[in-house]
């Protein structure tokens, strides 16, 4: 298998006035050239921080530790500007809001021209005939006029069709994209999500999906990585993950959901509680006050991550349908 | 500012059929319009004469894309803008007819609460002067009596009155802040409620625990509620009867598993069909429309769903579908409907 990215004890704090805030602690994570993960969590779970930090977009606030491999490359060894580099061609993201995460005051041509001109080399004629390329790839009606406008006079829809075309404008190795639907309407929703996915085989990108929506990711992944207060809780194939979930926060989640799939007017169950404050860590599991099958042993001692013999991987003592 | 009969008239809304006045409803809305200005020339008609009723003790729900008017029609019934033509009549009183201190006197028996929670409270006030404010303007009550109606409001919500009532609206979560907002709009005992994209805004674990605490609300009270929302699957959890909006118009009105077993409209269809399925063995259903909404200024003439849908004919163009009923307390403005 042609390992691409690698995350080894990957952990992230920030200073703020109440002491540090551990937004991921100690992530184990390979991702192989070709893959779709999904990465799954409630807000506040460290999902967005943890796709940020990878690529090295995090504030002076922040504190990385662990390690960074991108195709054998140490990133976490390189300074900020070395790893600027890899962005474009090998990492790209596309945000979750796409009137925020474009210039308002900019066409959309020069911003998706931007990349070309500096991280290919190509000139302006040669980007702006790309861009158009891009634009019609992406499924904008009529690019050229698309091109002059400025985002404010776009849908959301089509706005996040110019952010995805600026993310792969480069042709990234690796993708990310966080909550790429989140502010779209369902129809959009759909749209998105298999443009997306043709984008991927097309261009043979890895992608690294972060969501709160396990319908989402269902569709779209080959492998599921669901985290909780900065840890990976559960990590599995897609298939295996909705089959035999092991852990109680992975089941509570799903059972949280209305489905269409459900009779109407049934109630829906619970998870009560919030997520722990990441300033005070838990002594024991993360999830336990939260748990409905909670014991002594929990709250005292930390689970470690169990690995099946089929790679699914869990962080409880007792695991759903018994251990292994 | 009110637009002149005939062309209140040249919006035609699709039918009545679905109205069941001899049920005595709730509320009967009819031919409700609601215009903005554009610019000196133009209007864009956010609501575009919609008729509907609701009987007591029903969830119903209004679904459709963003900028189909939902919002709007949910506010046109609180008169928040007062609407530019059709009539509402709550409790057999036509409240567009009256105004001044009548209006506000029919006020306190409908309540809203908003899909952004943290930013619909006052961020100044404590949250015990927040839920007292209603009962203030209305007095209800003297200063000890109303304190002791917030705590039983608070502890009705799921919230602690002895840790929350001191503190403001910054210091909650959203979930929690949508908790707040409900025991504001039940206060003064409404008998109906609208929800405007109540739990949009929230994680799935925190939307489970509101859509939960408004069914309850709903059954102690005995509350009737609208329930504005994008979202198809959360529809389905908690309405009665479900109504399809679309750029203004309604598309189609039936009970919850009767849509969406069965949609009769193709951009029920289409609507239904996009709800991505968390399960990896369902296979993804390929009834997609395409693009996006046309602008509601310049709607398209006959269906205004024509020019995204895949069936449509000449007669489409020409003609402003009806609705029509198609099974029983199933009615769709379509003049070709998706046959099972």
């Not at chain 1, 990590?235 to 979930?245: E, G, P, S, V």
């Not at chain 2, 006197?105 to 619909?120: E, G, L, N, T, Y």
């Not at chain 2, 100044?124 to 303007?137: A, C, G, M, S, Y």
């Amino acid at each position: 298998m042609n390992q691409l990215l690698k995350l080894s004890d990957f952990s992230v704090s920030f200073t703020t006035p109440r002491g540090d805030l551990h937004a991921v602690r100690g992530v184990d994570l390979s991702v192989a050239k070709g893959e779709s993960i999904g990465i799954v969590g409630e807000s506040g779970s460290g999902k967005t921080v943890l796709s940020r930090a990878t690529m090295g977009l995090m504030p002076s606030t922040a504190t990385c530790t662990g390690s960074v491999e991108f195709n054998g490359v140490a990133l976490s060894d390189l300074s900020r500007a070395e790893v600027r580099n890899y962005w474009g061609t090998g990492m790209a993201m596309i945000f979750q809001d796409p009137l925020t995460s474009l210039n308002p005051v900019r066409r959309i041509g020069s911003q998706l021209m931007e990349g070309l001109i500096v991280r290919l080399g190509m000139s302006k004629d040669q980007a702006r005939a790309r861009s158009v390329e891009l634009l019609e790839r992406v499924r904008i009606p009529d690019p050229y006029a698309a091109m002059k406008k400025y985002p404010g006079e776009l849908s959301g829809g089509m706005r996040q069709r110019i952010v995805i075309a600026i993310a792969i404008a480069c042709t990234p190795e690796l993708l990310f994209a966080d909550e790429p639907t989140t502010a779209l309407d369902v129809t959009v929703q759909a749209q998105v999500l298999e443009l997306l996915a043709e984008l991927r085989q097309e261009f043979n990108m890895t992608m690294i999906l972060v969501t709160h929506d396990l319908g989402v990711v269902a569709g779209q992944t080959d492998r599921v990585v669901v985290m909780y207060a900065g840890e990976i809780v559960e990590a599995a194939a897609t298939k295996d993950l909705f089959a035999n979930m092991k852990m109680p926060y992975t089941e509570a989640l799903m059972k949280s959901i209305p489905r269409l799939d459900q009779a109407s007017g049934q109630r829906l169950r619970v998870i009560t509680g919030r997520l722990p404050d990441p300033t005070t860590p838990e002594p024991g599991c993360s999830f336990a006050p939260r748990c409905e099958y909670a014991t002594d042993k929990c709250r005292a001692e930390k689970p470690p991550l169990v690995t099946m013999q089929n790679g699914h991987q869990y962080r409880c003592f007792f695991p759903i349908g018994g251990s292994l | 500012m009110l637009l002149p009969d005939w062309r209140i008239s040249l919006m035609a809304g699709s039918g009545k059929l679905h109205l069941r006045l001899d049920s005595d409803p709730l509320l009967i809305v009819q031919d409700l319009v609601v215009q903005y200005k554009v610019n000196r020339k133009s209007f864009v008609s956010a609501v575009a004469g919609i008729s509907f009723d609701v009987l007591r003790g029903e969830t119903l729900a209004i679904v459709g894309e963003s900028g189909c008017g939902k919002s709007t029609l949910g506010k046109a019934i609180m008169q928040l803008p007062r609407p530019q033509g059709g009539t509402v009549v709550l409790d057999g009183v036509n409240i567009t007819a009256l105004d001044g201190n009548d209006l506000r006197d029919v006020r306190p028996k409908v309540q809203m609460i908003f899909q952004d929670a943290i930013s619909s409270l006052d961020p100044r006030l404590q949250v015990k002067n927040i839920i007292d404010e209603p009962l203030k303007v209305w007095k209800k009550g003297t200063s000890a009596e109303r304190s002791i109606k917030v705590d039983n409001l608070l502890n009705s919500v799921g919230l602690d009155p002895v840790v929350v009532r001191d503190r403001r609206p910054y210091e909650f979560s959203g979930g929690q802040c949508q908790r707040i907002s409900i025991a504001r709009a039940i206060a003064l005992d409404p008998v109906l409620l609208v929800c405007d994209e109540p739990v949009s805004a929230l994680d799935v674990s925190i939307q489970a625990q509101i859509l939960n605490l408004l069914q309850d609300m709903k059954e102690k009270l005995g509350l009737t509620l609208i329930f504005i929302s994008h979202d198809l699957a959360v529809v389905k959890a908690v309405s009665t009867r479900v109504l399809v909006m679309y750029l203004g118009k309604i598309c189609e009105v039936a009970t919850p598993d009767d849509l969406y077993a069965h949609p009769a409209h193709h951009y029920s269809r289409a609507l239904i069909a996009a709800v991505p399925i968390p399960d990896p063995e369902v296979g993804v259903d390929k009834i997609r429309v395409t693009g996006e909404p046309p602008s509601p200024v310049n709607p398209p003439s006959g269906c205004r769903f024509r020019t995204r849908c895949e069936s449509a004919t000449e007669r489409c163009a020409a003609e402003e579908p009806q609705l029509q009923e198609v099974g029983l307390g199933h009615f769709v403005a379509c003049h070709h409907p998706v046959t099972n």
